[in-house]
Every structure is written in C-alpha cells, then in structure tokens.
C-alpha cells in the first residue's frame, strides 16, 4: 500500500470517528459506493429528461400547446431529479454530515417524484377530458 494511500485512508477513519462522535454516521466505502451509484442514474434520468424536452421542440409546429406543456413537464422534472443527484453526490463528496445529507437527498427525491405523479395525473386528467370530448361531439371537437 503506497504512503498516498495509507494517509488517505487513515484521515477517512479519522474523519469517521469525529464524525460518530458528534452523533452523524459516517458511510464506509461501500455504502458510498452504492449511494455515488443512486446518484449517477438519478443525475441520468435528469440528462434524459432535459434531451426529451429538447428533442420535443421539433414538435412545436404541429401542436404548439401539447409541445409546449410536454417541454416544461420535462425541463422541471429534469431539474428535480438533477437536484436530486446532486444531493445525493454530498452525501459521498462531503465528510461529517452523511445522514443529514441523505435526508435532504431523499426529501428531494420525493419531491422530485411527486412532480413526476402529479404530472402523469394531470395527463391523465387532459386525456379523460378528450375522451369525452371525441364520444360527446365527435373526433371534430379535438383541437
């Protein structure tokens, strides 16, 4: 084991000891592994939903309402779930703080998932209204 290595490695488990100390758990190398893992697909999923908006701009001619509400859906959920990673990758890049830094990373997950469930509601919502719409007066009362 190099020099480099052991001084990291003896400052993380001092760190660690302060830390539990203080009353903070302080995740190991596994768990932090697991927690950068949750963070990188969250922060993808986020990446995903930015290049959805993106590419949902080409369709903005055809139905400029339905582009339009379809690109801010995905830009503020894109957003939530970014935030989200990004607080999730504190809880690896910081010392001291993990459990208060899962918290906040799991606080923005919910809500992150809660704009993707309120999202999906309301769309489920505008296709009911069309529905009725299309049985009521024919497929002529669509926009």
Do not use: C
């Not at 830094?101 to 069309?130: D, P």
């Amino acid at each position: 084991m190099s020099e480099e290595v052991a001084r990291k490695k003896k400052k993380r488990k001092k760190e660690r000891a302060e830390a539990e100390l203080e009353g903070e758990y302080e995740f190991n190398q596994d768990e932090n592994r697991v927690v950068h893992g949750a963070a990188s697909w969250v922060k993808a999923l986020a990446f995903t939903l930015f290049a959805q908006a993106v590419l949902k701009v080409l369709d903005i001619a055809k139905s400029p309402v339905l582009a339009g509400a379809t690109i801010i859906v995905y830009a503020v959920l894109g957003g939530a779930f970014l935030k989200a990673g990004q607080s999730l990758s504190e809880v690896v890049d910081t010392q001291g703080s993990d459990v208060s830094h899962m918290m906040h990373a799991l606080q923005e997950l919910g809500r992150a998932f809660q704009i993707r469930i309120i999202a999906m509601v309301l769309a489920a919502a505008a296709l009911a209204v069309a529905i009725v719409l299309v049985v009521v007066s024919g497929p002529a009362s669509l926009p």
